[in-house]
């Protein structure tokens, strides 16, 4: 991949490039940044910089050949792991090998998706999946071959977070000390869930989410469509050229998941002393606990976000407010003072309890109605303000 295909982060770009150019390469390296940010596609154009030996800020001019291999994704001593799990095509002990296939479609299609993209394309989007010991074993293997080119190997982890503890105890000695020329590029959203004794290993760099104004070029650019309708998506996407690229495909799980939110606040406005109500909210918790854990926890955040978009225009921070209802009969506007001083915590750390549960194999049902109960007492709650 290109330096100049992936959008923004020019001052990520001069560093990293700057560093190899000076021969400083360090060993293990940990790239950290929400969604849509552009990890994924820096890690690919960083990696091609250092294993065909590009020079001043680019990926031509060094070894062609190398090059074109890099751009389908299909070099030798670039590796790659990633959370998978069991499906029709790998009943057990599934690893990042059998789903190449599909992960360089993903890298084709869509480098800035995110890991629900991929389970979608794995047809597992009601698992979840891990980075595994047995992954570990797997790296460990490739990286101890020589380099088939004799130079550098590259090994990208994706969603590193997604390591369980045994994979990453298993890989704290490799990462610590690598083979000669073997480089670790780390991929995570949030490094929080990532083990110390990992992270402490790598020299992190953060990704700040996308400029608006980088963006909106890109829309226009790759899906030819007018400024003004790209400035508006640009602006709603909040950084995240993912989501940008989902909603003008109108192909954004966000769609679903405003139609389940507005009918999940309105029950429980109605739920105090309504048995109907009460009635409807269950009937929603089963409606939602029959999707997949990930599009749960998607879900869930999905309501945090919008509590938190509610609470910023209460208190009138509407430079911050990015957030547009596509429901026509709901607006923010009206639900935001419902969100306040006396509620918004709560509110987030039920919602954040709840993601917890379900990612620990809770059992969703009585935890999605369980925080229903919950949200229903929360909204009727008065501001201290008032």
Same mark, same amino acid.
């Given at each position: 991949m290109?330096?100049?295909?992936?959008?923004?982060q020019e001052h990520i770009k001069n560093h990293l490039t700057t560093s190899v150019d000076a021969g400083r390469i360090a060993h293990a390296q940990l790239f950290v940044g929400p969604e849509g940010s552009g990890t994924l596609p820096m890690a690919l154009a960083y990696a091609q910089y250092i294993l065909c030996g590009n020079s001043n800020g680019e990926n031509t001019g060094g070894n062609e050949s190398c090059n074109l291999k890099c751009k389908n994704n299909s070099h030798p001593d670039m590796h790659f792991a990633f959370p998978v799990t069991t499906s029709d095509k790998v009943k057990s002990k599934p690893v990042s090998k059998y789903y190449m296939e599909e992960w360089r479609q993903l890298l084709e299609q869509q480098p800035y998706g995110n890991l629900f993209d991929f389970y979608k394309l794995l047809g597992v989007d009601n698992k979840q999946g891990l980075i595994s010991v047995e992954e570990a074993a797997e790296i460990m293997k490739s990286l101890t071959l020589k380099s088939y080119e004799?130079?550098?190997?590259?090994?990208?982890?994706?969603?590193?977070?997604?390591? *369980?503890?045994?994979c990453a105890n298993k890989l704290l000695k490799l990462i610590e000390e690598p083979p000669?020329?073997?480089?670790?590029? !780390?991929?995570?959203?949030?490094?929080?869930?990532?083990?110390?004794t990992i992270r402490s290993r790598c020299q992190v760099l953060h990704f700040p989410p996308l400029a608006e104004e980088a963006i909106t070029r890109a829309l226009v650019k790759n899906f030819h469509i007018?400024?003004?309708?790209?400035?508006k998506i640009a602006h709603q996407s909040n950084g995240n050229y993912n989501k940008a690229a989902d909603l003008i495909y109108h192909?954004?799980?966000?769609i679903q998941f405003e139609k389940w939110f507005v009918f999940w606040i309105r029950s429980a406005f109605k739920a105090k002393g309504n048995k109907a109500a009460i009635h409807d909210l269950i009937s929603w918790s089963e409606e939602i606990a029959k999707?997949?854990?990930?599009?749960?926890?998607?879900?869930? *955040?999905?309501?945090?976000?919008?509590f938190r978009q509610a609470l910023l225009l209460n208190y009138k921070a509407d430079e911050l407010v990015? !957030?547009?209802?596509?429901?026509?009969?709901?607006?923010?506007?009206?639900?935001?003072?419902?969100?306040?001083?006396?509620?918004i915590m709560e509110i987030s750390e039920e919602l954040q309890d709840a993601i917890y549960h379900i990612e620990r194999n809770g059992n969703s049902k009585i935890v999605l109605t369980d925080?229903?109960?919950?949200?229903?007492?929360?909204l009727h709650k008065k501001s201290q303000a008032s």
């Open positions: 290109l330096f100049s295909e992936v959008l923004g004799g130079g550098y190997k590259v090994m990208i982890i994706w969603m590193a977070e997604k390591m *369980n503890s045994a000669k020329n073997t480089i670790f590029i !780390l991929i995570a959203e949030d490094e929080e869930q990532i083990i110390n007018e400024e003004a309708v790209a400035t192909d954004s799980e966000d999707t997949g854990r990930e599009t749960q926890k998607n879900f869930l *955040n999905f309501c945090l976000n919008y990015y !957030l547009e209802p596509k429901s026509d009969d709901f607006k923010l506007e009206k639900f935001a003072p419902f969100v306040h001083d006396s509620n925080l229903s109960i919950k949200l229903t007492r929360l």
